[in-house]
């Protein structure tokens, strides 16, 4: 490792506080070096005091005589405040410390060792948690497109997820380290600042510049975190952090950035501010507020000035910042789009203001920010289905969904159920019970089928995006599939996966259902479970951003034939045999009997039909022997059909071999019995159908039924219905001018299945992943983030108090007044 510059002492750590009217946490946090394990001889004390005028110099001089205390002169804000202290600094490395905080005793060492094992570390990010070591202040570093950084992380509990070292975009100003010579060479904190932002500021250049700040947790340190701001006002805090923002954006952004993202954040600036005082932006217009008046003034809250005055100051600033952000961009050694990354989640509204978040989304749109900005998500997509050759519905669906998501984030696809197959484009795995916890730790977006909340309940109260994908109403399909368990075991499994789909429900913060008739299904059932509310309402009227249809999905490509499956290989079906097609597995809510008896009509005249059933067992082994389809083997072998017209594969055909046996059919066939499973279900098996151009015949009440009647994919019958099942068989098979008919029908309509069209809402979904706004609040996430005004610290413990009192004495409609009044309080930044 090269040598610090002339003047630095090599291995010194030159530790520098900024004392403003506070000489009693400043002592309090020097005398904790007495603890630090690090050589005293191998770092030194320096407290800028910033013109406290209180006898604060004194007093730290007295009180820690080691301690070298800088008098400012005057209040140079934390920028030139620490700026100062390094002036006055002799070490390899200075570190900053907040005078209300402490640090660990390892703290130092951490950062050293981190130093020292690379030469491209430039800074060292500390760990920093609460007071009480319980809630994480700092654990990494979100920026917004628009200038704004936060810590995503703050006042959540701690826990092993925030153990991972990882390279940031910033660290905190309340515990970090950069190399001496780098500091005084990039210019150290930009004292134009005066405070908030300058952190975030420093490490964007550092990364720009080609120097990586790393999180290193076992450097750690503990924050009071007091809100120096108040008795000032907060639109003076929120003025800052505007101004701030856009000056750092100026900066660091490279030209082609910048040009899609000032021009929206200054006009998101004002909104902004207009919204968090719901000022009326109509009093000067004269179309819209015709009234007029010749009054030449307006009384307004200077909070809504906050954004006007901060752009101003931008303007009046510019001069500088231009010679600035030249220099800079002179001297960038990385690309933006290798920082994004970093971002974390750079298409983030921020804050829970009404009528601020539509304006977000336009904005975004209109000036093409979210396609520059948006960097690679981490995204698990998890099934509780064996992804195997042999892969029935929902590990299908899981895979393109992997497959869709793959081309712009980095996908890993995860059976609980088992693995062998793999893909060029994701990361395929198996894994179930404790060691799916390092799994999804990795993950920023989680998408999932099935039990996997049981198998990690951790994700309950994460901070994960979870995508709960619903699309097979399982508890429903109990009502058929126990009836086999006996009358407890029956009802033990109905209860249990309605439990589980509405701990799904309750967590998720996107679903994803099958069809228009599903999603009215799947919203009442989430509004019996508090999730249809103000906050979600008010975000999305249409409630398109909780929940959404993406239904099964065929192929982008069209089937290829790469050998016959059924005509001419299955003995006793020959090559001009006309072949019933029946796709998937046989399940007790299924009605093959009836088909049977049509077709034991049909062959009479017609012996060249031959049905063929594709699968009798599911792949999954958990999934139990159907009753239905023993009955329908014991039919067909009672009529002295099995092995002369009807088929049975009593295994499942292999997923990329599905187009063969698709293609040797004629028509395709899905009949079911009338019940409340048939009325939300969505025959996936169908899909399959449309994508081999097959004419369908199936039974109606459910969605399909509808659809095929009405675009003329086929014929529709009534359940139970031999005399109707049999009329439609055969002219589906035999009435050419009705086939041809149908076939350009279901060719037209497929396109709009494939699965590109119909994954669009969960791709658009990942690009600009979100928390649903209830449980964000939930959360306490609208108090934490961008620097938040002066209030209570958020307590899960004291807001679930706060429900239970709210429903105790009002009830819903009590809960929903003090909710909303939340919000309003959060928006202005007034305590909750």
């Known amino acids: 490792m090269a040598a610090p510059k002339e003047g630095l002492q090599r291995g010194l750590v030159s530790v520098i506080l900024v004392n403003y009217k506070g000489s009693e946490d400043t002592i309090t946090c020097l005398r904790y070096f007495d603890e630090v394990d690090w050589p005293r001889d191998r770092f030194e004390l320096i407290v800028v005091d910033n013109d406290s005028q209180d006898g604060s110099v004194e007093r730290i001089r007295a009180a820690v005589p080691a301690a070298k205390v800088v008098d400012a002169g005057g209040n140079t804000g934390f920028a030139g405040g620490c700026n100062l202290g390094v002036a006055h600094s002799r070490g390899e490395y200075v570190a900053f410390i907040n005078n209300d905080a402490r640090p660990d005793s390892g703290w130092i060492r951490a950062a050293v060792e981190a130093f020292e094992s690379d030469a491209t570390i430039g800074a060292v990010a500390s760990k920093v948690l609460d007071w009480d070591g319980e809630l994480v202040d700092y654990a990494d570093g979100s920026l917004t497109w628009y200038g704004m950084g936060y810590k995503r992380e703050a006042e959540r509990p701690d826990s092993p997820e925030y153990d991972v070292p990882k390279d940031v975009l910033f660290g905190t100003g309340a515990a970090m380290f950069v190399r001496a010579d780098l500091y005084r060479e990039i210019g150290g904190f930009d004292e134009r600042f005066f405070m908030f932002y300058e952190d975030v500021d420093l490490g964007w250049r550092l990364n720009i510049l080609g120097h990586r700040m790393r999180y290193v947790p076992t450097s750690l340190a503990f924050h009071k975190h007091h809100v120096t701001m108040k008795k000032f006002g907060n639109f003076r805090e929120t003025y800052l952090l505007e101004r701030n923002a856009l000056m750092s954006m100026y900066k660091n952004l490279d030209d082609e950035s910048l040009a899609k993202a000032l021009p929206a954040a200054m006009a998101l600036a004002i909104r902004r501010s207009l919204a968090r005082t719901e000022t009326d932006a109509t009093a000067l217009d004269l179309q819209r507020s015709p009234g007029g008046d010749d009054v030449g003034t307006l009384e307004i809250q200077k909070m809504a000035l906050t954004g006007s005055y901060a752009i101003d100051y931008f303007t009046d600033n510019l001069d500088t910042l231009m010679e600035s952000r030249a220099e800079l961009q002179r001297l960038r050694r990385r690309a933006d789009r290798e920082i994004f990354p ?314 990329n071999e599905r187009s063969n046996y698709l293609l040797d059919a004629d028509l395709g066939v899905s009949t079911h019995f009338h019940h409340i499973e048939t009325a939300f279900s969505f025959r996936t098996r169908i899909l399959d159908y449309l994508w081999a151009n097959l004419p369908i015949v199936a039974t109606g009440g459910d969605t399909f039924g509808t659809l095929i009647a009405e675009h003329n994919l086929g014929r529709v019958v009534g359940p139970e219905d031999v005399d109707a099942l049999e009329a439609a068989l055969k002219e589906m098979l035999f009435d050419e001018g009705a086939v041809t008919e149908v076939r350009g029908a279901v060719r037209e309509f497929a396109e709009a ?24 609040a939930q959360l306490g996430a609208s108090d934490r983030v961008a620097h938040p005004a002066d209030k209570e610290p958020w307590s899960l413990t004291r807001d679930l108090k706060l429900v239970k009192g709210y429903l105790a004495a009002g009830g819903p409609v009590e809960l929903s007044r003090r909710a909303g009044g939340r919000v309003k309080r959060l928006v202005k930044g007034t305590p909750g």
């Open 342 to 655: 970093l971002f974390r989640h750079a298409i983030e509204p921020a804050y829970a203001i009404e009528g601020y978040n539509s304006a977000h989304d336009v904005l975004v749109e209109a000036f093409g920010v979210a396609k520059h900005f948006t960097s690679r998500s981490r995204i698990l997509v998890v099934t509780g289905e064996p992804l195997l050759e042999r892969m029935a519905g929902p590990a299908i669906r899981a895979w393109e969904i992997a497959s869709a998501l793959a081309g712009d984030h980095d996908v890993r696809l995860l059976s609980t159920a088992g693995a062998k197959v793999t893909s060029p484009d994701f990361e395929v795995m198996y894994q179930a019970g404790p060691k799916l916890e390092k799994i999804t730790d990795w993950a920023d977006i989680i998408i999932f089928q099935g039990f996997l909340l049981e198998g990690a309940p951790w994700l309950k109260d994460s901070s994960k995006i979870l995508v709960a994908d619903v699309y097979d109403p399982m508890h429903l399909e109990q009502l058929e599939q126990a009836r086999d368990l006996g009358e407890a075991g029956r009802a033990r499994s109905i209860r249990e996966t309605s439990r589980i789909l509405n701990e799904q429900l309750k967590r998720a913060d996107f679903v994803l259902c099958a069809s228009d008739k599903q999603r009215d299904f799947w919203l009442g059932q989430m509004a019996g479970q508090g999730r249809v509310n103000a906050l979600v309402y008010d975000e999305d009227h249409s409630l398109d951003s909780l929940i959404s249809v993406v239904p099964f999905g065929i192929a982008d490509e069209d089937p290829v034939q790469t050998q016959h499956a059924i005509k001419g290989v299955v003995p006793g079906i020959g090559v001009d045999d006309k072949v019933i097609i029946w796709g998937g597995g046989v399940y007790n809510w299924f009605d093959p009997l009836t088909l049977i008896r049509a077709v034991a009509r049909i062959v009479e005249r017609h012996p060249e039909v031959k049905l063929y059933f594709m699968g009798l067992k599911h792949p999954n082994p958990g999934v139990p022997d159907m009753q239905v389809a023993w009955e329908t083997q014991k039919l067909a072998e009672e009529l002295g059909l099995t092995g002369k017209h009807v088929f049975f594969n009593t295994g499942w055909v292999p997923y």
């Open 753 to 776: 299945y494939r699965w590109t069209n119909v994954l669009e809402p969960l791709v658009d979904f990942c690009r600009f992943p979100r928390r649903a706004p209830d449980l964000a």
